[in-house]
């Protein structure tokens, strides 16, 4: 999810509940009015004391997707100065009320602005909800709002969800029964798992050049493990041989040296080349470790090789040019021209990028132009464009166009990886690490830009195939963040929400052995099913937690499975990644 999702989904849950009953108000008693009227203040005001009085104490926001959000979390997303009201309606659509209950259909259409990260950001939502009131003490008290849709427009997006109709047990039951036929149990995560928990992926690698592995949060120790154990698989038994990674080019090119025999670092220590924190994690070190020994055992077998695809550090790409660039050469000045100019704009309140770009440019140009025969030229190269690629996404950073940014990194990432693919590893086959929705095949529902996953799958065709990854609750390592804006200085375990009972996740929790802490779907022999097509033909969710998460607030985003994703791995619990020791803090994490 964007930086936008957390306040506009809390926000977004508020205001199917919250706004004046504008029209239609005469089909509800005069004092149940009022308590719409009281709730639409409070929200205007950021009141949650004022809003909480109008609550019963188990009150309850169910979501489209059939997420809860209890009473506590609910008023925590009322927060003083983040939503500026422009327009806010509420037109009652329907209302049915007997004795102490009542239950009321209605329409929000809401115009305001959200204050995001330091930007302003206009959002537009329709939503539709029923609302379950009841009179305790004689006061009427909301008790649970359903949002029955909602359409949110926000920083380029244009997000609907509906909610689906309530199953029939029935339904249910054949669900279940399908599903249970159709998934794969896995029986251990780490990199000594046994072979034949990944027998599938014969299914999925022939004609395979390239094996998109995603995950459900950027912190999930089972989904990274299993990332590990699928990649030695790959290279033991489908002849891969190159690891791409969402991280940048610079950080890679140290780890990529180790893993062929360079240094004498530790696994732990040469992960920490990763500048994200979301790499250095055990789970990762164990992958590196193993691919180091795999190259030293190897024979005459292909080299295992490393590479990052990502741009978001210029700084890095280019201090990785300056070195590695011929001494006194022109392209050596540029770069030192070039990080001098960034290091300036990014000490100004209100910075101009026009130099930094110009320089990038003339950069990025002379680095392609180096001659033939200069040494490391192809690394010279792809770090000219890296170079160009980041400033000009830093650049957009100061615009707060949050979707823009998403439009330059995803399509930035796919050129690299293509470039990677046909410069550096010509004929070998690769796995591309990264986040689910950055390797899906379409985007998520509602995402109005083209991810990298899309890309590749455009030029790539059936060549491109996707494991998507998701989970059912448990614990994730996140920056903690709330719907004020706040955010963490560093990143923590954080509970994450649990899946409903009858969502994909869901089901695959009830349906696995205890202990069971995976299982593989083939999204498309499952949705061959007659009991599961008419399911995965609509958007199911499946987990996306990125660098920042809001303790126990919705993990999920909908995708259509079979145009996303050729398998799924389903863990019924995620457990917070490993990081590593921090040598600055005695060896504690």
């Known amino acids: 999810m964007n930086r936008l999702s957390l306040p506009t989904l809390t926000l977004t849950a508020l205001l199917s509940v919250s706004a004046l009953a504008q029209g239609g108000a005469e089909k509800l008693p005069p004092d149940l009015r009022a308590q719409y009227e009281a709730m639409l203040e409070a929200t205007r005001q950021a009141d949650a004391q004022a809003y909480g009085e109008l609550l019963t104490e188990d009150a309850a926001l169910i979501l489209p997707d059939g997420s809860r959000l209890n009473r506590a979390t609910l008023l925590a997303t009322l927060v003083p100065g983040q939503a500026t009201y422009q327009k806010l309606e509420y037109r009652v659509e329907g209302a049915d009320i ?54 949110t427009e926000a920083s380029g997006q244009v ?51 390239l094996l998109g592995l995603g995950e459900g949060s950027h912190g999930t120790a089972e989904h990274f493990a299993l990332k590990g154990r699928i990649f030695r698989e790959l290279v033991e038994r489908h002849g891969f041989t190159v690891f791409l990674i969402e991280a940048d080019y610079d950080d890679a090119y140290a780890i990529d040296r180790w893993v062929r025999g360079e240094g004498t670092q530790s696994a732990e220590d040469i992960t920490r080349e990763f500048d994200f924190w979301t790499w250095q994690t055990q789970e990762m070190a164990d992958l590196l470790r193993w691919m180091r020994e795999y190259n030293a ?81 192809a690394d010279l190269r792809h770090l000219g464009r890296t170079v160009y690629q980041g400033v000009s996404m830093v650049a957009g950073m100061s615009e707060g166009d949050f979707n823009q940014l998403n439009v330059v990194r995803d399509q930035a990432m796919a050129e690299n990886t293509e470039w990677l693919l046909r410069e550096l590893f010509p004929g070998q086959k690769a796995a591309l690490w990264a986040h689910n929705f950055h390797v899906s095949k379409v985007p998520a529902e509602g995402q109005a830009y083209a991810n990298l996953g899309s890309h590749l799958s455009r030029r790539l065709g059936p060549a491109y195939r996707v494991i998507g990854f998701s989970f059912g609750g448990g614990t994730l390592r996140a920056v903690p963040s709330r719907a004020d804006g706040w955010i963490g200085e560093r990143p923590e375990a954080l509970a994450a929400a649990q899946a409903q009972p009858t969502s994909l996740d869901g089901l695959t929790a009830s349906l696995l052995p205890a202990g069971t802490p995976a299982a593989f779907l083939n999204v498309a022999a499952a ?4 009991a599961l097509r008419e399911w995965f033909a609509q958007p199911v969710s499946v987990s996306s937690v990125g660098a920042m998460y809001t303790e126990n607030m919705p993990v999920a985003a909908p995708a259509r499975l079979p145009a996303a994703f050729d398998g799924l791995i389903l863990t019924p619990r995620s457990s917070a990644a490993v990081p590593l020791p921090d040598k600055r803090a005695g060896g504690q994490p």
């Open 297 to 377: 055992a190897r024979g005459d077998k292909p080299e295992l090789r490393v590479a990052g695809v990502d741009m978001q550090d210029p700084l890095g790409s280019l201090g990785l040019l300056e070195r590695l660039a011929p001494s006194g050469s022109r392209l050596s000045q540029l770069a030192g021209q070039l990080e001098a100019e960034l290091a300036r704009q990014m000490e100004q309140e209100k910075p101009d990028w026009a130099r930094a770009k110009a320089l990038a440019a003339w950069t990025d140009l002379h680095a392609r132009s180096q001659p033939v025969g200069t040494s490391q030229q």
């Open 527 to 530: 949705s061959q099913n007659p």
């Open 159 to 209: 997000t609907r969800q509906v909610a689906a109709p309530p199953l029939s047990p029935a339904v249910l039951e054949q669900r279940r029964e399908a599903l249970r036929a159709e998934l794969r149990p896995i029986s251990a995560t780490g990199m000594d798992a046994p072979a034949s928990d990944f027998a599938w992926l014969s299914e999925l690698t022939p004609g395979t050049r």
């Open 98 to 151: 007997a004795g102490d209950t009542a239950r009321v259909t209605a329409r929000t259409i809401t115009d305001m602005t959200l204050n995001v990260v330091g930007t302003q950001q206009p959002v537009h939502v329709d939503a539709l909800s029923e609302d379950l009131w009841r009179k305790v003490g004689g006061q009427w008290k909301l008790a649970e709002s359903r949002t029955l849709e909602t359409t």
